[in-house]
């Protein structure tokens, strides 16, 4: 089921059956995005109320024009990187830096035979162990599609440390899926 314009309309009148069904639509649509940025389910639902709350006190600004899915995961992937701002001071910082030349080598695309031997769901898990700043660096690149600028503006970090961000979770990545395979390969022969 999609949402549509009277649904949207009867949520801004307050309508609790319309507001559940936005409810479950939407749960569907932006639980994932949710699970990408928290390590456990009680964070990424707590993340997704909050998200929700924004969406629907945003209904009466939305043009009906506008597709309703890829607004509200847009407003979603804000309201988490809000969170990360607000608990940022939780957070390990990152001290470390390159040069622009390594930070450039490393943020180009690599391929590697184990990621298509393995399913989006097994490589999500490997993301999740990430550090954290790392993870949530690594999905705005590479799964929401933010330019390293963006995600630099967005999580209060210069554009050169989120380049470091992704290099780190490609390499620890790259690691991971190397074991991985290793431990396939060895569990065949």
């Not at 649509?29 to 390590?39: D, I, S």
């Not at 390159?98 to 769901?121: K, P, T």
Request: overall charge neutral; hydrophobic content about 35%.
């Amino acid at each position: 089921m999609s949402i549509t314009p009277e649904i949207i309309h009867q949520c801004i009148g307050d309508d609790r059956k319309a507001i559940n069904i936005m409810y479950e639509h939407c749960f569907r649509l932006l639980m994932p995005v949710c699970f990408r940025y928290n390590n456990n389910e009680v964070d990424a639902q707590s993340a997704y109320n909050s998200g929700f709350i924004k969406i629907l006190k945003a209904l009466e600004k939305l043009d009906e024009n506008v597709n309703f899915d890829a607004w509200a995961r847009r407003v979603m992937v804000n309201t988490l990187i809000d969170e990360y701002r607000k608990n940022k001071k939780y957070n390990s910082r990152i001290t470390k830096s390159d040069s622009d030349r390594e930070l450039d080598y490393y943020s180009e695309g690599q391929s590697n035979d184990a990621e298509s031997n393995l399913g989006y769901a097994n490589i999500m898990m490997l993301v999740k162990e990430l550090p954290t700043t790392t993870a949530h660096v690594f999905n705005l690149y590479v799964i929401e599609g933010y330019s390293h600028k963006e995600i630099g503006s967005k999580m209060e970090m210069s554009e050169g440390t989120s380049k470091w961000h992704l290099s780190t979770a490609r390499k620890m990545l790259r690691e991971k899926l190397d074991r991985l395979e290793n431990h396939n390969q060895r569990m065949v022969i």
